[in-house]
């Protein structure tokens, strides 16, 4: 019997004992992440949230989101992020997202995998966008799951075309990438009748919704393991997909969900970089030098797992905080989250990533 037999039974005979009846089949969705992530802190002895260090991260990071104007629409403002408010925005957004994992390389600098658009060379994130922009720009309808689907077409060429480098070096985990797209347009086609936005009626505008149907029907999605004896989800990139979706459309039309704040901040590899040099987030020594040498920790390691779930609950804590200290405040976990991973990048442009990312490769995030 599994982990979750015994939470159903345990809770069936407590609801019993209690004259409770079965769980309301019609309760609002839920996504768990959140209960998991503060699971996963209460049980972390490698990491550590300094309370001081999050309560002055809070304060900073609402006086700078608020002097940058950081809003909802600074996601479009991005010269790569798409701008219509279409089927074509949502149609992108769906396949960034399944991508959008492990940028990270090894190689020297300058050296690692980029793509070469509008005059520039793109690396990391911004890689995977330009890359499809470019095969939209070059007639290759990339963003379409019905040509994914066709493998007589979309070939292994056609992706090395998408995804060719400017460098010598490929992008990563790309066998893992090409396996996702058919998986995706296998669940899409069988389920959802090869349509996007069949997924987001299903959904019916709950941001939960969304992300446990795409956990239920799509295994590269879902994104959940053990920690300590107990199934914890992080669910990356099934929430930064309702995010993005969010942010472009500006919570209205695709767009517009009606329990968006349900939605936590994405477990990357970036937001825990930014809150360790914020002083936000401790590791134990050991975690810490394995960190600084850029030694892989494995997907799934217990290190691994302490260093998401404790960034998942560190952005809920500066979230409350700034909520509690400014009422007016317009912010939630997604918008703390997407300002985090632009400070990093500003950050890291100018040479003051004081500690590397951790590096653990996976198709999580
Ligand atoms: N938590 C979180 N993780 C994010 C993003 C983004 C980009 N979001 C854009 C949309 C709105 C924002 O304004 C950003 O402009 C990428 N990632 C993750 O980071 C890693 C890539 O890092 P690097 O190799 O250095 O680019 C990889 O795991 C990727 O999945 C984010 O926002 N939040």
Redo the contacts with the bound molecule.
Sequence with gaps: MSDDDVDHELLALLRQSLGLGPPDANAPPETKVLDHARYVYDNSIDVALDMRGTKGAAELIWNQMQKKEYNIK??SE?EL?PKAKDESTVNFIFTMDLL?????SESAPGEGFAVEYKDKRW????SLVAALQRALDEGIPFTSSSFWHDEEECTEEVYRKVFRSATEEEIPLLKQRIAVMQEAAEVLCRYFDGDVLNLLSKANHSAAGLVNLLAEYFPCFRDETRFEGKKVRFL??AQ?FVA?LW?AFEGEGYGQFNDIDKIT???????PQVLHTLGCMIYSPILERTVRRKELIASGHSWELQIRGCTIWCVELIRCEIVTKHPEAKVNAILI??????T??EL?AAGHDSIP?HRTRSIW?
């Design positions: 600074t996601w991005h992020h959008n994992f492990s940028f990270f690396t990391g994130y911004w990356k990139r930064i993005d942010a901040m994405f477990a990357d590899y970036r937001i989250d997407f300002f985090l991973y632009d990093m990048k890291e990312h995030y």
